[in-house]
């Protein structure tokens, strides 16, 4: 408790609360602040890492509660920097997930991707100690296509030695997608100022 309050972001959060859940693309609420959308395999992180990043100890779910996993989720979160909404993409790549289900959850995520306005950036998580595959390089053209940024964050760097986390960010920044990458920890906190920079650098661009 005391580590994770010594470790809390340096970053402000005024507000952060989640404005809907859908399940369609009909029910994603109306265009408005710029968004951030995150994306990653089930049990990336993302949960943890949001939570992480605003601060908040459980805002989103984590992949224990199935009832959000096929939902985009959109927070609103203010900080004095501005408004914007992290949006919260299901997670793919479960490894039994029938046909039919996979394609219902590329037809959501491809309906936010391809056509939202106010997504200004894209977020790729992935587990700092796998290596990407299909499922992540699959999405890249989506958002390609439309010019949106995509920044590569690796989760979960505290299971790994500081030598292994310098050798694996070394392969990613060589290997990884051609994209950038930044380390970070849910746990310890790692990366979250970086991360907000990052977001705050394609938002001003
Ligand atoms: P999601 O399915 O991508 O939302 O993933 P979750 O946030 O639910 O996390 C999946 C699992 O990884 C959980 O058991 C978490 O406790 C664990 N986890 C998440 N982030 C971290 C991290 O930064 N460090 C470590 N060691 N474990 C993490």
Redesign the pocket.
Same mark, same amino acid.
């Given at each position: 408790m005391l580590a994770a309050m010594a470790n809390a972001p340096p970053v402000k959060i005024l507000a952060a609360e989640l404005v809907t859940s859908a399940s369609a693309a009909a029910g994603f609420p109306a265009e408005g602040a710029p968004e951030v959308a995150l994306l990653?395999r089930?049990?990336?992180? !993302?949960?943890?890492?949001l939570n992480r990043v605003v601060g908040r100890r459980s805002l989103a779910r $984590?992949? !224990?509660t199935p009832g959000r996993t096929r939902l985009v989720n959109f927070f609103r979160v203010l900080r004095p920097e501005g408004e914007l909404r992290l949006v919260d993409l299901p997670?793919y790549g479960f490894a039994r997930v029938s046909q039919s289900e996979r394609r219902a959850w590329q037809a959501l995520v491809e309906s936010y991707l391809a056509k939202r306005a106010s997504l200004r950036m894209a977020l790729l998580l992935q587990d700092v100690r796998r290596d990407p595959g299909t499922d992540e390089s699959d999405l890249l053209p989506w958002l390609a296509a439309r010019g949106i940024p995509v920044l590569g964050v690796l $989760? !979960?760097v505290? *299971?790994l030695s500081a030598r292994e986390r310098a050798a694996r960010l070394r392969f990613f920044r060589e290997q990884g997608l051609g994209l950038d990458w930044i380390a970070t920890?849910? *746990?310890t906190g790692a990366g979250s100022v970086e991360l907000w920079a990052a977001i705050d650098a394609a938002l001003r661009g």
């Open positions: 990653g089930s049990n990336v992180g !993302k949960s943890s890492l $984590t992949s !224990k997670g $989760t !979960k505290d *299971r920890s849910a *746990r």
